[in-house]
């Protein structure tokens, strides 16, 4: 079946960037996704990318995708302390999603 | 505007007693999904509706598991004879359409089993 895998945890410090790294198996998603989850808050989608594009950009967030290699990342610019959190990856196909089991960003200041 | 809400926020129950989770999903969402947290871990599909059609089962885990979404709105995920291992974050999340990748996800239910 599906799987998506991302490693557990990332420290960084405060202005420095942070890459968050997913690898997936299903070549037939459609969307790829991260979800953030702050403490005690539910999920928000916080970017996507099609799986025919390569690269997207907002703001301080890069998505790269190799669909080659079925990777996946998310890159923050100038990281803060308030980006700490819980980054799910996700891959959706044929309305279903398959998430990851997070990553935990810890922002030292 | 309203989001998604569910309710109770936290349940605390017997081992073998039966919990209804309760999720109201945001107004003219065709789509809605249950998923299940567990401590430290990702989400876990259970059950996802789309309009009229069969509900997708493929991810409940047991016989024990069920739900229902009546009228196309509300829907209830209903855990008979719970066990400990049951006991972790049941969110809810809906759609405007089965093929939107855009969830938006509810608070979720905290379910402990003693």
């Known amino acids: 079946g599906e799987d998506v895998e991302q490693s557990l945890f990332l420290s960084v410090r405060e202005g420095d960037s942070s890459v968050i790294n997913c690898t997936y198996t299903d070549s037939s998603s459609t969307y790829l996704y991260w979800y953030k989850q702050e403490p005690g808050a539910g999920l928000q989608l916080l970017t996507y990318i099609f799986s025919n594009m390569d690269m997207k950009q907002d703001q301080r967030l890069t998505v790269l995708l190799n669909k080659k290699d079925k990777h996946l990342s998310l890159r923050i610019a100038d990281t803060q302390t308030g980006d700490s959190a819980i980054y799910f990856c996700?891959?959706?196909?044929?309305?279903?999603?398959?998430f990851g089991d997070g990553t935990t960003l810890t922002v030292k200041p | 505007g309203a989001g998604v809400s569910q309710s109770p926020s936290n349940k605390v129950t017997e081992k073998g007693k039966d919990v209804e989770l309760r999720c109201d999903p945001i107004s003219g969402h065709t789509a809605l999904y249950w998923y299940r947290q567990s401590l430290g871990q990702g989400l876990e599909f259970l059950i996802y509706?789309?309009?009229?059609?069969?509900?997708?089962k493929s991810g409940l885990p047991s016989d024990r598991f069920s739900a229902e979404r009546t009228g196309g709105s509300v829907s209830t995920l209903t855990i008979q004879r719970t066990q400990q291992e049951d006991s972790a974050v049941y969110l809810c999340?809906?759609?405007?359409?089965?093929?939107?990748?855009?969830?938006?996800f509810g608070p979720g239910t905290r379910l402990t089993v003693t």
């Open positions: 996700a891959e959706f196909h044929a309305g279903k999603s398959t």
């Open positions: 509706f789309q309009g009229n059609s069969a509900p997708d």
């Open positions: 999340a809906s759609s405007l359409a089965a093929q939107s990748y855009e969830q938006y």
